[in-house]
């Protein structure tokens, strides 16, 4: 009785997989270099290691960033500007930056992270902003949105 259903079900199974496969393998639709020049224009800048203090200036905070301590690894502020309230840290290592965003994401909340830098900001506006000036990627906790989000 198993042998059967086995066989019915290996059938499906196999051409799924097969077209998965093919799927991945195919080209890249010919478009060759203007595929590429609308990738560098859409590109945003790269995400170059800053001081908490540059950080602070480029997102046009109104004053220095308000240390809040210095830890073992990173540094974190706070500072307004007219677009928004930021939270900025900066990290000694990739590892320590890699370590703080995954505890950081599991309390929820959404980060602009560069190179050995983070950021978030509220409005999101602000931090997508500031994405347009520093480079980065906005990284989202899979957890949701933090608390105080409304």
Do not use: H
């Not at 997989?17 to 790269?46: F, H, I, T, Y």
């Not at 900025?88 to 050995?116: I, P």
């Amino acid at each position: 009785m198993y042998r059967p259903v086995r066989r019915l079900l290996g059938v499906p199974v196999c051409a799924v997989a097969a077209a998965l496969l093919l799927a991945g393998c195919g080209g890249g639709g010919g478009g060759g270099d203007e595929e590429r020049a609308a990738a560098s224009k859409s590109a945003v800048p790269s995400a170059r290691p800053m001081t908490l203090e540059a950080l602070g200036k480029a997102v046009g905070c109104e004053t220095a960033p308000k240390e809040g301590g210095k830890t073992l690894d990173f540094r974190q502020g706070v500072c307004k500007s007219a677009d928004g309230d930021y939270v900025l840290l900066t990290f000694d290592t990739a590892e320590g930056q890699r370590g703080w965003l995954d505890t950081a994401q599991m309390y929820g909340g959404v980060y602009l992270v560069g190179n050995r830098w983070v950021l978030s900001a509220d409005p999101r506006s602000a931090m997508e902003k500031a994405r347009a000036e520093l480079g980065g990627t906005i990284e989202e906790s899979p957890y949701g949105a933090s608390p105080s989000a409304s």
